[in-house]
C-alpha cells in the first residue's frame, strides 16, 4: 500500500447516491482508485463503466457479515489494500421514542452502528499490517446534538461517535487516522428514500415531534448543503497532516454544535461544586482512563 495520493484506494459503503457518489466521483477525478458498494450493485455499476481501470462495483449490506467480508477481500485482491474506508451507508429513523417499535430501533442500529463496525473491524486487519490507513464514519449533527423526534437517529450517531473516539487512541500508534463528519441538512436522500417515520403516532407528541417531520419532509430537495462541495471537504480533511477527529460539515451543523458545546460548559460550571464533592475523604481522584 502506498501513501501517494493517486494511488490510494478507498472503499466506500452506500455509494449508490447521496455523499457516497459525491465522494467517489471527486476521488476518481483525481485519479485515485475507488471500491463503490451497493446492496445493489446495479446502482454502482455505471461508475465502474466510466473508470474501469480504477473503479469496482460491489454489492455489499452492511449488515451481512459475509457480504462485509467478501466485499474487503474483493477490494485488496483487485487494488492490493484499502487506504481509506467511508463508512456511509445508513439511513434515518424519525419519531417520539415511545412511537418507535424494537423491530425499527433495532434495524436502525443494525445498519448504523453494527454495518459500520462490521466495516472497521473488517478493514483493520490489513490497515494495522501497513501501518496506515484513513476510517472515515458519517455522523450527523445529530451524533453530538440530539433532537426531540430523533432520538433512535442521534443514538446510533452518538454510539458511532464512542466507539470513533474509542478507536482513534487504540489505533493512532499504528498509523491509523479517524474522521468523525458531521453532516447539517445536505442535499442527499436522507430527507426522502432514506427517511423512515414511525408507523405509530401518539397525539401528545405531535406539538414536538409533528413540526420536525414536516420540517423534514419540507425540505426534502431544498436542503443548503452541498453533497459534492461535503466530498471536497472530507478529502480535504484526509489530505491534511493533522486531520480533525470531529469534522462538521456547514453552518448549521457548526451552529449546533457551538450551543450545545456552550450550554455543556454552563451546565458545568453551575454544578461543579456538587460534581466534585462527592468522593471519600482523602481518596486519590485521577483522570479516566489516565
Same mark, same amino acid.
Given at each position: ?38 446492496? @445493489? ?19 455489499? *449490506?452492511? !449488515? ?22 467511508? @463508512? @456511509?451507508?445508513?439511513?434515518? !429513523?424519525?419519531? /417520539? ?10 434495524? $436502525?442500529?443494525? !445498519? @448504523? ?15 494495522? $499490517? ?24 442521534? /443514538? ?42 414511525? *408507523? ?25 448543503? *452541498? ?13 491534511? *497532516? ?31 461544586d456538587v460534581a466534585v464533592n462527592t468522593a471519600y475523604e482523602g481518596a486519590a481522584v485521577g483522570a479516566i482512563g489516565g
Amino acid at each position: 500500500m502506498t501513501s501517494v495520493q493517486n494511488s490510494r484506494v478507498w472503499l466506500i459503503t452506500g455509494s449508490s447516491s447521496g455523499f457516497g457518489r459525491a465522494i467517489a466521483q471527486a476521488v476518481l477525478d483525481r485519479g485515485e482508485k475507488v471500491v463503490v458498494t451497493a446492496r @445493489n450493485p446495479q446502482h454502482v455499476e455505471d461508475i465502474q463503466t466510466k473508470y474501469p481501470d480504477r473503479a469496482l462495483a460491489v454489492q455489499l *449490506d452492511v !449488515t451481512q457479515p459475509a457480504q462485509v467480508k467478501a466485499a474487503v477481500e474483493t477490494a485488496i485482491a483487485k487494488f492490493g489494500g484499502i487506504d481509506v474506508l467511508v @463508512n @456511509n451507508a445508513g439511513y434515518g !429513523t424519525m419519531g /417520539a421514542l415511545e412511537e418507535l417499535s424494537d423491530e425499527a430501533t433495532r434495524r $436502525q442500529f443494525e !445498519t @448504523n452502528v453494527f454495518g459500520a463496525l462490521n466495516m472497521m473491524r473488517a478493514v483493520l486487519p490489513s490497515m494495522r $499490517q501497513h501501518r496506515s490507513g484513513y476510517i472515515l464514519n458519517l455522523s450527523s449533527v445529530g451524533g453530538f446534538v440530539s433532537f426531540p423526534g430523533a432520538g433512535i437517529h442521534c /443514538a446510533t450517531k452518538f454510539a458511532l461517535e464512542a466507539l470513533s473516539e474509542a478507536l482513534v487512541k487504540e489505533v493512532e500508534a499504528l498509523g491509523i487516522k479517524i474522521i468523525i463528519v458531521e453532516p447539517g441538512a445536505f442535499r442527499t436522500d436522507f430527507n426522502g428514500r432514506s427517511l423512515v417515520l414511525a *408507523d405509530t403516532q401518539i397525539a401528545d407528541y405531535e406539538p414536538i415531534v409533528g413540526g420536525l417531520r414536516q420540517w423534514l419532509q419540507d425540505m426534502d430537495g431544498k436542503q443548503p448543503g *452541498d453533497p459534492v462541495k461535503a466530498a471536497e471537504a472530507m478529502i480535504q480533511a484526509v489530505n491534511s *497532516d493533522n486531520p480533525p477527529l470531529r469534522l462538521a460539515l456547514g453552518a448549521d451543523a457548526v451552529d449546533a454544535i457551538e450551543t450545545k458545546l456552550e450550554s455543556v460548559k454552563a451546565e458545568m460550571e453551575a454544578w461543579k461544586d456538587v460534581a466534585v464533592n462527592t468522593a471519600y475523604e482523602g481518596a486519590a481522584v485521577g483522570a479516566i482512563g489516565g
